[in-house]
Every structure is written in C-alpha cells, then in structure tokens.
T-cell receptor, first 117, second 116 residues
C-alpha cells in the first residue's frame, strides 16, 4: 500500500503567485514526522520543512508553510510568492516511529513544479 | 558548514562490471544513509548506518550490493556485478539526533549511474 501519495505529477504557477502541492499519507503509528524536500535539476535533495505528528501548529519556514490536517492525513506544502528558482521536483516524505534508531524516510513520487514568468 | 560530499557525480559502466560510490557526511553526523532513486520515482532507502554499525539494510540487494562505513565517518557503496536495472541516482544523506525528534536528513548531490 502506498504510504505517501502525491497526486499531482506536474503543476505550474505564475511568478509571485502562491501554489499548493498536495501530499497524503497512510500510517497507523501515532508518532511520525513529515518532510518536504526540493530537488532541482542538479539532483541534490534540499530540506524545506518538517512537521511532527504531535505539533499543534502548522510548520512555517520563510515562504514555505505546511498545511497539516491530521484527521485527513494530509500534509500539503504551500509556497507563497513563487520565484523562478522554485522550479524543481518536490517530494513529500514520512518517517514513522524512530525508536530503536530507525529513521527511514518513505518518499512520494514527487510533483514537478514549473514557475512561469 | 560543509554539506554531504559524494563522488563521482556521474558513472557509466557496462553490465556485469563493478562500481563503487563514496560518501563523506556532514561533520559530526552519526547516522548515514544510502538511497537509490530510479528515474521518475522518489528515493528508496538501501541502508542506514549508526556510527559504523548497520541499523537497517532490509532493502539492500545483498547478492550484488555491499556497503561499509569504516571508522564511523566515510562510507562506500559497491555494486558487483551491475545490472541494467541498477541505473539510478544514488543519494547519500546524513543526520544528527536533534533531541526533538526531527533528525532531519541532509542529502549530498548524488551519483548518477548508467549501466549499459
């Protein structure tokens, strides 16, 4: 069963507009973490934002915010004021309970974002 | 602070040949990971080290893949012999316990392997 689902293979947005990238997840573990990474064409995975399952507030990091809806098991990434440099693949990832040192990230298939001038 | 270093960046080999990738994690990071990213997919964990011990290698094809992390710092991932389906980007990541449970993983630039 797919644990992380990103239903949008591709998205485009006009420069300076906001865009939401969808992510839904599946876990029965009460303790987990959700991550978003950006992968430009150069290939490196760049950490953007983290949300813990027990966090009461939605995470924010600069222009990035995470719309965390626990009951719906969704963790959408919102990018405000898009820039041309935001064009990249975006991956949602989940880490289940890390007791015992296991810290495996399970990634979705990604969403390719294109920012148009 | 220097990031995760990987080499080579690109490698092209014939099937049945051997290949090795090197990773140097962020200084002080005890945990090191190797991921395989096939074109069009998200990365998949191959192996996780805590210092120089293996924590999780459940998805490592052990008949052809091996990895080591001597002295708990640098790591090498080897494929012997390579198959066509091993063509992928191999990403190395490292993390340090944050105390708050985040343990964010930071990735290197990856090695793009093409098997002909």
């Amino acid at each position: 069963a797919q644990k992380i689902t990103q239903t949008q293979p591709g998205m485009f947005v006009q420069e300076k507009e906001a865009v939401t990238l969808d992510c839904t997840y599946d876990t029965s573990d009460p303790s987990y973490g959700l991550f978003w990474y950006k992968q430009p064409s150069s290939g490196e995975m760049i950490f953007l934002i983290y949300q813990g399952s027990y966090d009461q507030q939605n995470a924010t990091e600069g222009r990035y915010s995470l719309n965390f809806q626990k009951a719906r098991k969704s963790a959408n990434l919102v990018i405000s004021a898009s820039q041309l440099g935001d064009s990249a693949m975006y991956f949602c990832a989940m880490r289940e309970d890390f007791s015992g040192g296991y810290n495996k990230l399970i990634f979705g298939a990604g969403t390719r974002l294109a920012v148009h001038p | 602070e220097a990031g995760v270093a990987q080499s080579p960046r690109y490698k092209i080999i014939e099937k049945r040949q051997s290949v090795a990738f090197w990773c140097n994690p962020i200084s002080g990071h005890a945990t090191l990971y190797w991921y395989q990213q096939i074109l069009g997919q998200g990365p998949k964990l191959l192996i996780q080290f805590q210092n120089n011990g293996v924590v999780d290698d459940s998805q490592l094809p052990k008949d052809r893949f091996s990895a080591e992390r001597l002295k708990g710092v640098d790591s090498t991932l080897k494929i012997q012999p390579a198959k066509l389906e091993d063509s992928a980007v191999y990403l190395c990541a490292s993390s340090h316990p944050a105390g708050d449970g985040t343990d964010t993983q930071y990735f290197g630039p990856g090695t793009r392997l093409t098997v002909l």
